[in-house]
């Protein structure tokens, strides 16, 4: 039998660029974007500087830096850090193992698909936050009404995810693993789960930085510790720069979540690296 | 052994008698997919499906294949009323249908996984099979590093690899190019003669469907049935030199005649 054709189809050789970018081109397209927000900041501590902007409107970079620093060699912000990555993370925790396995109970049985599905929806278009100030009233004055409104907040992508990716499993492939008699148990773990894995991953990429918000607000809606009562105190006593210091530091926060989620996804969804599903 | 073999010749590996199937559509119309088919498709044979989209041929694979109920009619394979998918039946989809998370051979081993067949031996027959298609190299890369040709050969190998007794195919080639085609053509052909197997192939391809089969049955839409089945008396082993012989085109103008003569009534019906 002779596959010379195919084969040579398959192990493609690598074929010669069209035109090589020049050294010069490739470091410029590297640093184009640093260097926008280099200038960006230059301009900014600038413009406050030069036209004497009221540091309570917008206070120079140079001070929000200054303002970080304290914060950090104090010890103050990582304490307070920690308390509110804590609770942000207990939620998407929690909320990533509920919406993956709600998620599978909607998608494979139909009878908690008509009994559950219209609650979760409806449940759905309730803001989030407007319920804020309930469940402090119900969980109390601590941890727990964080990470219960960080959960709530981040389940529904997941969830809403979850679904659509194990509802989008082409047919063929259910068809194979009926064609094979293969159980509904088998056929999840082996096709529809893995298919879904992608949709998935944009779902909970979605959660983590919504995580943050919900365990802010509830932060902010009651709260002795914290990022979120650090800010609503600082911006008490108008110090703006160490407001926005804070805020530096949840997008950090936010940065690393998403990076570290961007890496497992890389990994374990190694088969769809070029288009991968995006969701709002 | 000689039971069996006996059982072989009496029985026909695939009979279908009466066979209807009636979707219903969004509208509530009815829609005859099939319309009352006998077919009978002895063991080992190389059967073709041949008809213009929509004639019901992918249908009555699945019918065969158990994938589908039909409304109406009895299927029997090798003699037993058909109730579901069997392990008797290999099918290969119209695209290869491999798990993009599995490995070449994970993917070829997958029915040995489900079936709960031995590991080890079906591992040594997986790569085996692997070799007769010129992949002994890609065991272990992913579906996204081959070539289209390349995947259908995994998918084929997937369909043979817990040794049915027949293998279903639906439009295998359709995606893949001329050339591709009619490479992956001989290489059925030489597995079907290696191994034995019940084939039936459905394609849209006049031409390939002469170049493959035993038997062509033809097909037309609406409701689908079967319009002739026609035998291919060229011999074997079938050689590409073989499509531009006289004897060849004219199976190929007979059938296109058929299909053409289906189309016109068809249009000449719709007001």
């Not at chain 2, 499906?49 to 004639?55: E, I, P, R």
Request: charged share 15%; aromatic share 8%; net charge positive.
């Amino acid at each position: 039998m002779t596959v010379q054709s195919e084969s040579a189809v398959g192990s493609v050789s690598v074929p010669s660029l069209p035109a090589k970018p020049s050294m010069l081109a490739r470091i410029t397209d590297k640093l184009v974007s640093p260097f926008f927000a280099i200038l960006l900041v230059a301009y900014w501590e600038f413009h406050v500087r030069y036209f004497e902007v009221d540091a309570l409107l917008l206070p120079p970079p140079s001070k929000i830096l200054v303002s970080l620093w304290h914060g950090l060699a104090s010890g103050l912000f990582l304490e307070h850090l920690g308390i509110t990555i804590y609770r942000a993370l207990s939620g998407f925790l929690i909320a990533m193992f509920m919406g993956i396995a709600l998620g599978a109970l909607i998608s494979q049985f139909k009878f908690i698909e008509k009994t559950v599905y219209p609650w979760v929806v409806a449940l759905q278009t309730v803001p989030k936050i407007a319920i804020a100030p309930l469940i402090l009233v119900w969980c109390g004055y601590g941890s727990l009404s964080k990470i219960v409104t960080a959960t709530l907040v981040a389940f529904f992508p997941i969830l809403v995810n979850t679904i659509i990716g194990l509802r989008s499993c082409e047919q063929g492939k259910l068809d194979l693993m009926r064609s094979l008699k293969a159980g509904r148990w088998l056929t999840f773990r082996m096709v529809q789960l893995p298919n879904a894995l992608p949709f998935i991953f944009a779902g909970l990429s979605v959660a983590v930085v919504f995580s943050i918000l919900g365990a802010l607000v509830g932060e902010f809606v009651g709260s002795k510790d914290g990022i979120g009562f650090l800010i609503l105190d600082a911006n008490y006593q108008l110090n703006i720069p160490r407001v926005f210091a804070l805020l530096i530091m949840l997008a950090a926060y936010g940065i690393t979540c998403h990076v570290l989620l961007r890496y497992a996804h890389r990994k374990l969804v190694f088969w769809n690296d070029q288009h991968n599903v995006t969701s709002a | 052994m000689q039971k069996a073999l006996s059982l072989h010749d009496t029985t026909p590996a695939i009979e279908l008698s009466g066979v209807s199937k009636v979707f219903a559509t969004a509208s509530g119309e009815p829609v005859h997919a099939l319309n009352y088919t006998n077919l009978t498709i002895g063991a080992g044979e190389f059967i073709t499906v041949v008809g213009a989209s929509g004639c019901g041929k992918t249908t009555l694979l699945r019918l065969v294949a158990g994938l589908e109920r039909s409304s109406s009619g009895t299927i029997r394979i090798n003699g037993a009323p058909q109730v579901g998918p069997s392990e008797q039946a290999g099918i290969v989809f119209q695209d290869a249908t491999l798990l993009p998370w599995r490995t070449v051979m994970q993917n070829v081993l997958l029915p040995v996984q489900v079936l709960k067949l031995d590991a080890r031996k079906y591992g040594e027959r997986a790569r085996a099979l692997l070799e007769t298609v010129g992949l002994k190299d890609f065991t272990n890369k992913y579906p996204h590093e081959l070539s289209g040709g390349m995947r259908q050969r995994v998918a084929i190998t997937r369909a043979l690899v817990h040794d049915p007794a027949m293998l279903l195919m639906d439009e295998p080639f359709g995606a893949l190019d001329a050339m591709t085609r009619d490479q992956m053509n001989l290489e059925l052909l030489d597995i079907w003669a290696a191994t034995r197997k019940t084939v039936v192939l459905i394609t849209h391809s006049i031409t390939e469907s002469v170049f493959l089969a035993d038997r062509v049955i033809v097909m037309s839409p609406r409701p689908g049935r079967v319009v002739e089945e026609i035998v291919i008396d060229l011999p074997r082993p079938r050689t590409l030199e073989m499509i531009n012989k006289e004897e060849f085109g004219k199976y190929v103008r007979h059938i296109r005649g058929l299909l053409g003569a289906g189309a016109h009534a068809r249009n000449g019906a719709t007001p």
